[in-house]
């Protein structure tokens, strides 16, 4: 469960893509948003303050994994961050599920 907003809600962009990270986090912050970019998954759990109320932009294509199964990942450790999927690789895989 997040935590009372002690600070500003956090967008946590995770994307292998660096330009597209700071592009994103750039836009956020234009508008007033506290954003932070990870390169990985890993990175991204190492991150502090993660049980703080926020949310996560997610690539659905990442080394090593995909956004989905991290997104399963990120329930079975407890961090209940909404998310949001994004690809530039449009799949059947990316459809709408009921």
Do not use: W
């Amino acid at each position: 469960m997040p935590k009372a907003p002690d600070e500003p809600p956090v967008v946590h962009i995770v994307d292998d893509d660096s330009c597209l990270g700071d592009g994103l986090s750039r836009l956020l912050r234009s508008v007033g948003l506290n954003a932070r970019t990870y390169g990985s998954t890993q990175e991204f759990l190492r991150a502090d303050n993660l049980d703080a109320l926020g949310c996560i932009v997610l690539d659905i294509r990442l080394p090593g994994t995909n956004g989905l199964d991290f997104q399963e990942k990120l329930v079975e450790l407890g961090i209940r961050l909404p998310a949001i999927l994004m690809t530039g690789h449009a799949t059947s895989l990316c459809r709408c599920v009921p």
